[in-house]
């Protein structure tokens, strides 16, 4: 089973929310000591950059659901044709 393309946008939302609180809460503490950690800038950046990634995977996901969906074959639902009474010989 492959992972719904909603599931990859709902990453990126967290993703992307989760880096935007941590880059806001550094450049809280530039302002207050004006110093910036190393470690703070690469996990904020990190955490947007994989935002960004999830939501190329979405869209790749919605692509491939939608391509799925229009070679989805019904026949075999019905195999042979209803007995509508238009179509009976002794109606």
Same mark, same amino acid.
């Given at each position: 089973?492959?992972?719904?393309?909603?599931?990859?946008y709902w /990453?990126?939302?967290a993703?992307?929310? @989760?880096?935007?609180l941590?880059?806001?809460g550094?450049a809280g503490?530039i302002?207050?000591?004006? @110093?910036?950690? +190393?470690?703070?800038?690469?996990?904020?950046?990190v /955490?947007?950059? /994989?935002? /960004?990634?999830f939501?190329q995977?979405? +869209?790749?996901?919605?692509e491939r659901?939608?391509? $799925?969906?229009r070679?989805?074959?019904? $026949?075999h639902?019905?195999?042979?044709?209803?007995?509508?009474r238009?179509n009976r010989r002794?109606?």
């Open positions: 089973m492959r992972i719904k393309s909603g599931v990859w /990453l990126a939302v993703s992307g929310a @989760v880096g935007m941590y880059a806001l550094f503490s302002e207050a000591l004006g @110093v910036i950690s +190393d470690t703070d800038f690469i996990t904020a950046m /955490l947007l950059l /994989l935002a /960004l990634f939501v995977l979405g +869209d790749h996901a919605a659901e939608a391509q $799925r969906r070679y989805i074959d019904r $026949r639902a019905r195999p042979e044709e209803p007995e509508y238009q002794d109606a």
